[in-house]
T-cell receptor
Framework: AQKVTQAQTEISVVEKEDVTLDCVYE???????LFWYKQPPSGELVFLIR??????QNEISGRYSWNFQKSTSSFNFTITASQVVDSAVYFC????????????FGKGTRLHILP | EPEVTQTPSHQVTQMGQEVILRCVPISNHLYFYWYRQILGQKVEFLVS????????KSEIFDDQFSVERPDGSNFTLKIRSTKLEDSAMYFC??????????????FGNGTRLTVT
């Protein structure tokens, strides 16, 4: 069975602080794919990043960075110097590698950036 | 940038009525999906569709639900007899290829369905 756990239901930080959103996953597949999506207050789902299980290189994109640790089955997301516009619900998601084409989502972390 | 388009953005219907939610996936994409999100909850998989047939469906996707690709561009979700618990945001998504399975899903803006 596959599962994505986002233990942090809600986080509030003051603008310009760094914040890390945790994601832990479970899968029996040796090949799998991980994603992060952002859901701003307007409600749409915005794709942020994907990571293959065979590529453990961390990634940085502007103020966003992702830390993939296969040994702990974690794929954490850090926002540096947070801004009010970062306020949203963030979903971590997993897709298996065995011709299983659906993505399953964690429950999401609601992030509040306070001015 | 091409995007997935969903109509209507909000639909209100009475319990027992049939509703059809419409989606236009990105034109060169091959895989299509419906997900739903009950207010404040997680995004749940309903069904995936490839090569004009359902490739996978969840337990939520019972006989009241059906999907169709009536022409080369539209992808629809029909709920035959709506229940109060069908009230949710319904997201359509598409991806260009599931090989090597890491193609992201691109989501539409959603249709908020309210059943009264």
């Amino acid at each position: 069975a596959q599962k994505v756990t986002q233990a942090q239901t809600e986080i509030s930080v003051v603008e310009k602080e760094d914040v890390t959103l945790d994601c832990v996953y479970e899968t029996r597949d040796t090949t799998y794919y991980l994603f992060w999506y952002k859901q701003p207050p307007s409600g749409e789902l915005v794709f942020l990043i994907r990571r293959n299980s065979f590529d453990e290189q961390n990634e940085i994109s502007g103020r966003y960075s992702w830390n993939f640790q296969k040994s702990t089955s974690s794929f954490n997301f850090t926002i540096t110097a947070s801004q009010v516009v970062d306020s949203a619900v963030y979903f971590c998601a997993l897709r298996g590698g065995n011709r299983d084409d659906k993505i399953i989502f964690g429950k999401g972390t609601r992030l509040h950036i306070l001015p | 940038e091409p995007e997935v388009t969903q109509t209507p953005s909000h639909q209100v219907t009475q319990m027992g009525q049939e509703v059809i939610l419409r989606c236009v996936p990105i034109s060169n994409h091959l895989y299509f999906y419906w997900y739903r999100q009950i207010l404040g909850q997680k995004v749940e998989f309903l069904v995936s569709f490839y090569n004009n047939e359902i490739s996978e469906k969840s337990e939520i996707f019972d006989d009241q639900f059906s999907v169709e690709r009536p022409d080369g561009s539209n992808f629809t979700l029909k709920i035959r007899s709506t229940k109060l618990e069908d009230s949710a945001m319904y997201f359509c998504a598409s991806s260009e290829d599931r090989r090597p399975y890491n193609s992201p899903l691109h989501f539409g803006n959603g249709t908020r369905l309210t059943v009264t």
